[in-house]
């Protein structure tokens, strides 16, 4: 099991940019493709952004592709989203995880996340 802790959310303005990071404990942290999530109110949690285990390739859902960045620091165990261009859709509780790379489906119990918040 890895623990997570995600931070870097806060409120910004349409159009703004933002810069998550997640922190991952354990040793095994280069081993795993990592994935960002994000759980908007009323809705389910779905996979915006995943990353392979050494970079090497990158998925985007198709509403942030272009927009969101992903990209991960083996060395210091953490995984970061660049967000640019942010709208008000955006907003939502943003996690981190352990991913399938293929599937993309989370292996790890969920963190707090970190809320994003863009005003029109």
């Known amino acids: 099991q890895v623990q997570l802790v995600e931070s870097g959310g806060g409120l910004v303005q349409a159009g703004g940019s933002l810069r998550l990071s997640c922190a991952a404990s354990g040793r095994s942290f280069s081993s795993y493709s990592m994935g960002w999530f994000r759980q908007a109110p009323g809705k389910e949690r779905e996979n915006v952004a995943a990353?392979?285990?050494?970079?090497?390739?990158?998925y985007y859902s198709d509403s942030v592709k272009g927009r969101f960045t992903i990209s991960r620091d083996n060395a210091k165990n953490t995984v970061y989203l660049q967000m640019n261009s942010l709208k008000p859709e955006d907003t939502a509780v943003y996690y981190c995880n352990r991913v399938r790379y293929v599937s993309r489906n989370p292996l790890d119990a969920w963190g707090q996340g970190t809320l994003v918040t863009v005003s029109s």
């Open positions: 990353i392979l285990w050494n970079g090497g390739s990158t």
